[in-house]
């Protein structure tokens, strides 16, 4: 039985990911801020599936303590990973932070991933060959360095700091596939396509109308996901962006400067202390 992790649980694409898994037979933890709204994922999933091998964690990746603490409980409750799949992400029309002084999603979408698969590192070797996916997009928003927390200034939208933490998950993947190289352990990029979610809830309500007119149901999604966590399909594939419909997206020269991307590295291993 494989044992998968998901963050972002409860929202749409992390829940219908969760649900495939499931009728896989999978051994599922997942992982999200709101323990209520987990409790009625876990049971919407056992009652569909039949599979009570689900169990939550509750954990706001905004938050090191909180990722710390939640690796912590995996680690005394499991001694292997098969698959981490990092959906959870946010976004925020307003500038909001931690309680570490981070912007909320810079904290959320990239350095709460970061901390935690770093953190999952060792379970997953033990689960090897296992496979790491981070949910993204094909961003083109370079990284402002100078002002990671938007101190300075604060633009929210896809040009702005959402944009760049997808690109801080593009690049975050690309080095880590590096580094996991012959590990037996893989990671890829996904990029799921517009699906309904409560993601753009926060976002002006004209873009909101119109990204739900274009945006459909997060199954394709899901059933994508599934496979690049379990299928002998992908084994091999790392360091890979990869579409909904199994297709590789072609992200910016940019996402692939190894300057870069070690540049974020060593600023997020900074700032996750």
């Not at 706001?60 to 799949?85: F, G």
């Not at 926060?202 to 909101?208: E, K, Q």
């Not at 399909?233 to 991307?261: C, L, T």
């Amino acid at each position: 039985m494989k044992t998968v992790l998901i963050t972002g649980a409860t929202g749409a694409i992390g829940k219908a990911t969760a649900m495939e898994l499931a009728k896989q037979n999978c051994n599922l933890i997942l992982l999200g801020r709101n323990t209520e709204k987990l409790r009625v994922v876990k049971a919407d999933i056992s009652q569909a599936t039949h599979n009570h091998n689900i169990e939550f964690i509750h954990a706001d990746l905004s938050e090191p303590k909180h990722v710390r603490e939640a690796c912590d409980e995996i680690k005394k409750k499991y001694s292997s990973l098969n698959a981490l799949i990092n959906i959870a992400a946010v976004f925020n029309s307003k500038r909001e932070e931690t309680t570490e002084g981070r912007e909320f999603m810079v904290a959320t979408n990239h350095l709460g991933p970061f901390l935690l698969t770093n953190e999952l590192i060792d379970l997953l070797k033990a689960g090897k060959p296992a496979r790491i996916v981070t949910v993204s997009a094909p961003s083109t928003t370079k990284v402002n360095f100078d002002d990671i927390d938007s101190k300075q200034r604060f633009s929210p939208g896809f040009m702005g700091v959402f944009g760049a933490t997808k690109m801080m998950n593009i690049l975050f993947t690309y080095a880590l596939a590096d580094r996991l190289r012959d590990t037996g352990i893989t990671a890829n990029v996904f990029h799921p396509g517009l699906v309904k979610s409560d993601l753009t809830s926060d976002m002006p309500l004209i873009l909101n109308l119109l990204i739900g007119m274009m945006s459909g149901k997060p199954d394709k999604a899901a059933k994508m996901l599934a496979s690049l966590a379990l299928d002998e399909k992908w084994q091999n594939s790392n360091g890979a962006f990869i579409k909904f419909d199994g297709k590789d997206v072609k992200s910016s020269a940019y996402s692939h400067d190894k300057e870069v991307q070690e540049k974020l590295w060593k600023l997020s291993e900074e700032l996750t202390k």
